[in-house]
């Protein structure tokens, strides 16, 4: 049996967070023996696989360990415990600006984004005009992206991701990254990179994208799984529990 290219199994994080109630010098020379200490569990044992060439979203309200899931598979968080094992180079695209310097242009920030992302300086130097053309920002490239808006860093964050040869996409609300013309074009690259046998896991409270672009759809909830399967019959699961919570 081949092996998904994202396999996830019992997998649990926890966060500890730290009260000192500090408010005074007394309280704050006593912080280290009042301290309080808080175990925050986000997910609580979770198991899934995405086959080569799938698309997969995640669903679920804000805290229900989403943006969690993503970190872990992009190793900027390690689990508490269980396992993961993804086959192929991984580009993440986070969260807006999540690896750019401030201070350096977006031709730099291209550079060193796709040398963290596995491509040699020379293989990024060949695919620049094609990064910068995409994200159409031939006119900026040359400014620091601290000047940039926000449309213009998820552009160039999408861009980079999608030209430095990944087998796996991991994307924090895949499309939030344009205007209509600009999201028909995210569009058709994502049919292009899963024709090519790329495997996509997003994170997305669009119901319009999950439609169109998923083959299959996981709602978390309470950081564990409490449906997984086709966009549509997910989707509306999760839109009666929604619904039953504000009514």
């Known amino acids: ?14 966060f500890l967070l730290s009260h000192s109630g500090v408010g005074s010098l007394k309280t704050a020379l006593l912080w280290w023996q009042k301290r309080s200490i808080e175990h925050l ?7 899934f696989g995405v086959s080569s060439g799938e698309c997969v979203a995640v669903v679920g309200k804000n805290g229900a360990g989403k943006s969690t899931l993503l970190s872990l598979l ?12 993804i ?3 991984v580009a993440p695209l986070l969260e807006l600006g999540a690896g750019f310097h401030p201070d350096l242009t977006g031709h730099e920030n291209v550079i060193f984004n796709g040398v963290v992302l596995g491509l040699k300086r020379k293989e990024v130097a060949e695919r620049i005009d094609a990064i910068v053309d995409f994200a159409e920002l031939r ?7 601290r000047a940039y808006s926000s449309g213009m860093l998820a552009r160039l964050g999408f861009a980079v991701a999608v ?18 013309e600009f999201e028909a074009k995210c569009y058709a690259k994502i049919e292009e990179f899963r024709s090519a046998g790329g495997t996509i896991l997003f994170v997305s409270h ?15 909830k309470d950081g564990l799984i409490e449906r997984e399967g086709a966009p549509g019959e997910v989707l509306e699961g999760y839109e009666s529990h929604t619904e039953d919570i504000l009514n």
């Open 1 to 14: 049996m081949m092996q998904p290219a994202i396999d996830v199994r019992d997998l649990r994080k926890e």
């Open 41 to 47: 569990k986000v997910l609580n044992g979770i198991t």
């Open 74 to 85: 992009a190793r900027v968080y390690k689990p508490t415990s269980g396992s993961i094992a």
């Open 87 to 89: 086959q192929g180079r």
């Open 139 to 145: 006119h900026h490239i040359d400014a620091p992206v």
């Open 163 to 180: 030209h430095v040869d990944a087998d796996v996409l991991l994307v924090d609300e895949v499309l939030a990254v344009g205007d209509f």
């Open 206 to 220: 669009n119901k319009e994208s999950v439609l169109r672009v998923a083959d299959r759809c996981i709602w978390l």
